[in-house]
């Protein structure tokens, strides 16, 4: 690192210092910060998930912890109270931490499915806001006002995993990209939701969908690997809606199609999850696709439907 100021060796003022371990603020202390944490989970017996290496399990007997660390947030769940408060004091004996208790959020975020769109819309536009876009985000406000008391529904149901996906074909009159977007539950409970713009343009509505189902298979299945790490295993193919009978029939029909050639690593992907079972892709009518609310405006009686499926329930204050 350069020499700070004040500590600059008159002598030698072009030289810089050899540093002898990670220092706050450099680019590589977060990394280092990782490794170092890691390293002491390691030693205790955590093993990392293949699927996301900042989840750690922890496995004793009958006993289990699940870990999750994000940058120096720690999230800390397990069967054992008493395993749990061991940890925490093994931790704290090389680590200043500060149990804040039960979790009520995390990262201070509180998501709503059905806000995604019109979020993903205006951040589009953060770099130079007109005032067009400041009413768009003021009217995004008024309706988190409106809707304080809404929130996910997570009720008993059966272990499936099943994903709805859909696309807006070029619904972006400036670039004519289309939107993507997924909606992924366990059981009856939306756990991950995306609406983001395509990468690049697509020439049909055919092909739009089937980058928007290749993207959520690609979600589906690394929620599946984090399941199986997690000692969750699920006794059927997760199962993908989609509303568009062509993308549907290109996923089934096992011979390759000439208009496929700009999306071959796409239709191969999908292609190959198929053939092996390892999904399965059904049609669903476009009132009833969920994912729907992800990639357009809606009419109101549309989009308060939809609302209500994806178990966004209201909570009493």
């Known amino acids: 690192m350069a020499q700070p100021q004040g500590f600059i060796d008159q002598s030698q003022p072009g030289y810089v210092c050899k540093l002898h371990k990670s220092l706050y603020g450099l680019k590589q202390a977060p990394r280092a910060w990782f490794?170092?944490?890691?390293?002491?989970?390691?030693?205790?017996?955590?093993?990392?998930?293949?699927?996301?290496?900042?989840?750690?399990?922890?496995?004793?007997?009958?006993?289990?912890?699940?870990?999750?660390?994000?940058?120096?947030?720690?999230?800390?769940?397990?069967?054992?109270?008493?395993?749990?408060?061991?940890?925490?004091?093994?931790?704290?004996?090389?680590?200043?931490?500060?149990?804040?208790?039960?979790?009520?959020?995390?990262?201070?975020?509180?998501?709503?499915?059905?806000?995604?769109?019109?979020?993903?819309?205006?951040?589009?536009?953060m770099h130079s806001p007109t005032d067009t876009h400041m009413v768009a985000a003021k009217r995004i406000l008024r309706y988190l006002k409106g809707t304080l008391n809404h929130g996910l529904l997570f009720r008993p149901s059966s272990l499936t995993l099943q994903a709805y996906a859909d696309a807006d074909w070029a619904g972006n009159s400036d670039d004519r990209r289309s939107t993507s977007g997924y909606v992924v539950f366990l059981g009856s409970t939306p756990i991950t939701w995306v609406s983001k713009k395509q990468s690049t343009v697509s020439r049909s509505s055919t092909e739009a969908e089937y980058r928007s189902l290749a993207s959520a298979t690609a979600e589906v299945f690394w929620i599946r690997t984090v399941l199986k790490d997690l000692g969750v295993f699920l006794l059927d193919p997760p199962l993908l809606w989609c509303d568009n009978l062509s993308t549907i029939a290109l996923a089934s029909n096992p011979v390759f199609h000439a208009k496929t050639k700009h999306i071959e690593v796409d239709y191969h992907f999908i292609r190959e999850k198929v053939v092996r079972r390892d999904i399965v892709v059904k049609f669903i009518s476009t009132t009833d696709q969920l994912a729907d609310i992800l990639t357009k405006c809606l009419s109101s009686p549309s989009f308060h439907r939809l609302r209500e499926n994806l178990l966004l329930s209201f909570r009493p204050p």
């Open 35 to 125: 490794e170092r944490f890691t390293s002491q989970l390691e030693n205790l017996g955590f093993t990392a998930s293949s699927a996301d290496p900042s989840l750690f399990i922890y496995k004793s007997h009958n006993e289990i912890l699940y870990l999750l660390l994000y940058v120096d947030d720690i999230v800390l769940t397990g069967t054992s109270p008493s395993l749990i408060t061991n940890l925490i004091t093994k931790l704290q004996q090389t680590f200043e931490l500060k149990d804040l208790g039960p979790l009520h959020y995390f990262l201070g975020l509180q998501l709503q499915p059905d806000l995604s769109f019109a979020v993903n819309q205006v951040r589009q536009f």
